[in-house]
């Protein structure tokens, strides 16, 4: 019986709910294994229906939750960005990477980077797609990010720390794209050079023949 039921259910509903799916079919196992409830004279109102949207969006919302691991581990980065910014307040960016605790950390992080070719690439192609929005040729090898971090402010300065204190390439990796993003309006729609965040886009020399 309850194979046809969930039969039935697959049949009535569309092949892009799997999620709402495998809900029903587990409610469906939790109902069977209990007894019927002896029906009173007034039975209790039935409650509201909730559509199926509601329930597929309050489900996406529970998916894509960030953990409270995640949550701590990057509460934790962000306090201690705080601090070496507080021990360190009149260096710049560039002084900042250079100093012990940071140091250690930036190049554990650039190890690894450098044997992510995945993550490399997508350093070059956000580099490559900028370069054609300004009419260069941006073929691969021919242009690269050059980042002047010497005038950041403190949220930068602080963005910075906490990808580089991270050890994780990952987080490298999206730092530098987030900046590059950032630039894109100016580099292109404004044809500055330099975009105020310090990203510009240079064109490598041609190799010596």
């Known amino acids: 019986m309850l194979k046809a039921i969930i039969q039935n259910i697959h049949h009535g509903m569309s092949a892009k709910r799997p999620a709402f799916l495998m809900l029903s079919a587990c409610l469906l196992l939790s109902a069977c294994g209990k007894k019927e409830a002896v029906k009173t004279a007034a039975e209790a109102p039935k409650p509201a229906a909730v559509s199926d949207a509601k329930i597929d969006a309050e489900i996406t919302d529970a998916l894509n939750a960030p953990t409270p691991n995640q949550t701590d ?14 021990k360190y307040p009149n260096k710049t960016a560039n002084e900042l990477l250079n100093v012990p605790e940071v140091n250690a950390a930036l190049k ?75 630039a894109v309006p100016e580099l292109t729609l404004e044809g500055a050079a330099r975009a105020s965040n310090g990203v510009a886009i240079r064109e490598n020399p041609a190799p010596a023949k």
């Open 73 to 86: 581990v990057q509460a934790e980065l962000e306090g201690e960005a705080e601090d070496i910014l507080a």
């Open 108 to 182: 554990v992080g650039l190890t690894k980077l450098g044997q992510e070719k995945r993550l490399q690439d997508q350093i070059n192609n956000s580099a490559q797609m900028v370069a054609k929005m300004k009419g260069l040729s941006g073929d691969p090898g021919t242009v690269g990010i050059d980042m002047d971090i010497k005038n950041y402010n403190h949220d930068q300065k602080s963005r910075m720390l906490q990808a580089v204190l991270s050890e994780d390439p990952k987080q490298i990796v999206s730092f530098i794209t987030g900046e590059v993003g950032e």
